[in-house]
């Protein structure tokens, strides 16, 4: 809950998220449950006093130095999800969360290859989210999407194994039934900085070939050439983070061009030490330039907040208008990847939520 007299119309504006790890949503209480009901043994306190509790371990997550510093406690946690009720019930606990937060719309990230490496089955792992996605559709009204993301620190040949795993489950299929597919898109994330987009072209192409949507991590850690470098050889379009586009202008204008939208996780980017505090984060010079970009929580079991509280911190450093908060929940619309139905009923969502504050000022009196 935020101080800002916006706070009840950022509650109830209706979100899509585009940018969260489902794995980043296991909180150091669930882990610990996982760790106990499945048997998995975590480091003693001799070797990581860090995992003495839940509370030892919350306590690490507030000081990360890095991405990497990050992603060595996000792999180690991953390792107590086991059945596939423990995917249900992780992408079931987000799926809840992001119900309170007014969230309608979900695309959410999974890695497959944290799991096959230790011998857990893709299919799976993708039964267990989508039971979670089709409850959430049926009790919640949120409607999501599932995006595989290839682990860039792994090799080349591990990402082509996963992209055929995935077309063996027949994951990629378009089912009858609900005209979808159980995975609609592919993903690039872990470490930035020296795995270059450009070394996953040929799963990116196939991906393209297969009709599936592509996007990839870059210009979170990694310069400017890493969002080029996804645009033009993995043909993405989106870029999840972005934030160091700034540094390009003449990219930053191939953005605004080609409306690719910039999947911003504001709260993450002060967690890893990419800015010092949200009001770094290029907010206002994105919605000036009009940049497409949406708000989100990347993984918020470990950053300390899920999609509202990085809605408040961006209105407690930008104080912006209710319009420029309608800039944001439009292309947030427009870029989901979803038929035109269900974004003319998304509009319409923001339309109703849009006339209910009206008269709302962000400056209190
Ligand atoms: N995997 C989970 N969160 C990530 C992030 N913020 N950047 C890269 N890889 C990730
Ligand atoms: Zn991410």
């Given at each position: 809950?935020?101080?800002?007299?916006?706070?009840?119309?950022?509650?109830?504006?209706?979100?899509?998220?585009?940018?969260?790890?489902?794995?980043?949503?296991?909180?150091?209480?669930?882990?610990?449950?996982?760790?106990?009901?499945?048997?998995?043994?975590?480091?003693?306190?001799?070797?990581?006093?860090?995992?003495?509790?839940?509370?030892?371990l919350?306590?690490?997550?507030?000081?990360?130095?890095?991405?990497?510093?990050?992603?060595?406690?996000?792999?180690?946690?991953?390792?107590?999800?086991?059945?596939?009720?423990?995917?249900?019930?992780?992408?079931?606990?987000?799926f809840?969360?992001?119900?309170?937060?007014?969230?309608?719309?979900?695309?959410?990230?999974?890695?497959?290859?944290?799991?096959?490496?230790?011998?857990?089955?893709?299919?799976?792992?993708?039964?267990g989210?989508?039971?979670?996605?089709?409850?959430?559709?049926?009790?919640?009204?949120?409607?999501?999407?599932?995006?595989m993301?290839?682990?860039?620190?792994?090799?080349?040949?591990?990402?082509a194994?996963?992209?055929?795993?995935?077309?063996?489950?027949?994951h990629?299929?378009?089912?009858?039934?609900?005209?979808?597919?159980?995975?609609?898109g592919?993903?690039?994330?872990?470490?930035?900085?020296?795995?270059?987009?450009?070394?996953?072209?040929?799963?990116?192409?196939?991906?393209?070939?297969?009709?599936?949507?592509?996007?990839?991590?870059?210009?979170?850690?990694?310069?400017?050439?890493?969002?080029?470098?996804?645009?033009?050889?993995?043909?993405?379009?989106?870029?999840?983070?972005?934030?160091?586009?700034?540094?390009?202008?003449?990219?930053?204008?191939?953005?605004?061009?080609?409306?690719?939208?910039?999947?911003?996780c504001?709260?993450?980017?002060?967690?890893?030490?990419?800015?010092k505090?949200?009001s770094?984060?290029?907010?206002?010079?994105?919605?000036e330039?009009?940049?497409?970009?949406?708000?989100?929580s990347?993984?918020?079991?470990?950053?300390?907040?899920?999609?509202?509280?990085?809605?408040?911190?961006?209105?407690?450093?930008?104080?912006?208008?209710?319009?420029?908060?309608?800039?944001?929940?439009?292309?947030?619309?427009?870029?989901?990847?979803?038929?035109?139905?269900?974004?003319?009923?998304?509009?319409?969502?923001?339309?109703?939520?849009?006339?209910?504050?009206?008269?709302?000022?962000?400056?209190?009196?």
């Amino acid at each position: 809950m935020c101080k800002t007299p916006l706070h009840e119309f950022l509650a109830e504006l209706p979100k899509c998220e585009h940018h969260l790890h489902l794995e980043g949503c296991l909180s150091p209480s669930l882990l610990f449950t996982l760790a106990a009901k499945n048997d998995i043994s975590l480091p003693s306190a001799d070797e990581d006093a860090t995992y003495a509790s839940p509370e030892t371990l919350s306590e690490r997550y507030s000081h990360f130095t890095n991405l990497d510093d990050f992603l060595q406690y996000y792999y180690r946690g991953i390792q107590v999800l086991v059945h596939q009720e423990d995917f249900e019930m992780l992408a079931w606990e987000y799926f809840t969360t992001a119900k309170r937060d007014g969230v309608h719309h979900a695309e959410v990230f999974f890695d497959p290859q944290s799991h096959t490496e230790r011998g857990v089955s893709f299919d799976m792992v993708v039964e267990g989210f989508n039971a979670a996605r089709a409850r959430a559709e049926k009790e919640l009204g949120i409607t999501s999407q599932l995006i595989m993301c290839f682990l860039r620190h792994m090799p080349v040949q591990s990402a082509a194994e996963t992209m055929a795993s995935a077309v063996a489950g027949g994951h990629f299929d378009i089912k009858e039934g609900s005209k979808e597919r159980a995975i609609i898109g592919l993903g690039l994330d872990s470490s930035e900085v020296g795995f270059r987009p450009e070394l996953f072209v040929d799963q990116f192409h196939e991906g393209k070939e297969r009709g599936l949507r592509r996007t990839a991590h870059a210009g979170e850690e990694g310069d400017p050439s890493y969002i080029s470098g996804a645009l033009d050889t993995l043909h993405t379009e989106r870029i999840d983070h972005g934030i160091r586009l700034v540094e390009d202008p003449e990219l930053l204008g191939r953005v605004v061009d080609n409306k690719v939208l910039l999947t911003v996780c504001p709260l993450s980017n002060v967690c890893l030490q990419a800015v010092k505090h949200v009001s770094e984060v290029p907010i206002k010079t994105f919605l000036e330039a009009g940049v497409m970009f949406s708000i989100n929580s990347d993984d918020p079991a470990y950053f300390g907040g899920y999609i509202l509280n990085n809605y408040c911190a961006v209105q407690e450093a930008f104080d912006l208008s209710m319009d420029e908060w309608k800039t944001v929940a439009r292309n947030s619309i427009h870029g989901s990847w979803v038929g035109e139905r269900r974004k003319t009923e998304l509009l319409a969502s923001l339309d109703a939520c849009m006339k209910k504050h009206a008269g709302r000022s962000s400056v209190s009196t």
